[in-house]
């Protein structure tokens, strides 16, 4: 593994006043400048900006959500990487910050741009930390949470192996309280309903909740990528883990061995990017779902759902309203509509260009 993208919960960062934990932060990085030696690339993924600025300021009055969010977060990013700056440089290293939106990801040529920036930054070992840029991210347009951008981040880089660092030891086949309750070592694919499982419950100070970081962590999985969850408050967790010390407790979901290309990991991260609805008759949707890649034809479309410019983003459904998978479309959706049951005509979405789920 010589690339590896960490991603470092709330829960880990932070002591349950909401101050930052300058011990395990300091822990982690002489970990992560340890694997950097062995000439491994890093790219952190860190929460904890909204909890370090909460800790920091005491407001006069009630702030709604959205303005506490905004507040915290601005004070509390610059004291956080500030705090990273200052611990790597202590190893002779430098980091840098790499503030993204879930817009950002949208457009092809932003994710293409953010991902050239942090290629530039790792070509001349530099850490990106990367973090959601929280002041202008509100509602509809945040991430689910910082899992949600490490699997997109994991997957724009390429890297050999997501580590996501919680606050428990990785998934339990039932209560982690109960004393009968044992980790699950591996996870093969999306296939295994992990729902009986796991915890719907958020963290103390972060968004994300176990149920979230499962979802993510199969469809990394699925594009060629190892995913652990891991308990970041774990002395020596990040060698251990990179050592496949057996000793080490964790849930790792193994790799599907089938190749995805690049812009299909793009795509598959873009759902919540979509700007509107193909729907399908059964012939097309058997032909979509059978052995043999086919792409979405306008023969087989009953409706367009939305307003798309050509190369945005549509989510693809059944007869029955059941999403089918998401999709790069060739055409705006006022051609589309126009071209409705046509045949002989180019695909609305071609294979190369659609990832089912």
């Not at 509809?140 to 919680?166: H, K, P, Q, R």
């Amino acid at each position: 593994m010589n690339r590896l993208a960490i991603k470092i919960g709330s829960n880990v960062l932070t002591r349950k006043d909401g101050t930052l934990d300058i011990t395990r932060m300091s822990a982690l990085v002489d970990q992560i400048a340890e694997l950097h030696t062995q000439g491994v690339e890093i790219i952190l993924i860190s929460s904890g900006a909204v909890a370090s600025g909460r800790s920091e300021i005491k407001v006069d009055k009630k702030l709604d959500s959205v303005s506490a969010r905004q507040l915290y977060s601005a004070v509390g990013q610059a004291k956080l990487i500030n705090r990273y700056y200052e611990l790597f440089r202590e190893h002779g290293m430098v980091c840098g910050q790499v503030l993204t939106t879930k817009e950002s990801f949208g457009s092809r040529t932003h994710y293409l741009n953010q991902k050239h920036c942090m290629e530039v930054m790792l070509e001349n070992k530099v850490i990106p930390i990367v973090n959601e840029n929280d002041t202008i991210s509100v509602t509809e347009l945040m991430f689910t949470d910082n899992d949600e951008l490490s699997g997109l981040i994991a997957t724009m880089m390429s890297v050999n192996a997501l580590i996501i660092l919680s606050n428990i030891e990785g998934i339990y086949n039932g209560n982690p309280a109960s004393p009968t309750s044992t980790v699950i070592r591996e996870i093969h694919g999306r296939k295994e309903d992990l729902s009986e499982y796991v915890q719907t419950g958020k963290s103390s100070f972060g968004r994300g909740g176990m149920l979230t970081k499962c979802s993510i962590a199969q469809k990394v999985a699925d594009e060629g990528i190892t995913v652990f969850i891991a308990d970041g408050k774990k002395e020596n967790i990040l060698l251990n883990l990179f050592s496949n010390s057996k000793d080490t407790i964790c849930t790792r979901f193994i790799p599907s061995e089938k190749p995805v290309s690049n812009i299909k990991k793009w795509i598959a991260h873009s759902e919540g990017f979509a700007k509107g609805e193909v729907h399908i008759n059964k012939g097309a949707e058997k032909a979509l779902l059978g052995p043999k890649a086919t792409s979405v034809l306008l023969v087989g479309v009953t409706d367009i759902k939305g307003d798309f410019e050509k190369d945005d983003i549509v989510k693809i459904y059944n007869e029955t309203g059941h999403q089918l998978g998401v999709g790069c479309v060739s055409y705006t959706s006022e051609e589309a509509r126009s071209l409705i049951g046509y045949r002989d005509k180019k695909p609305l979405i071609h294979y190369d260009y659609l990832y089912l789920d």
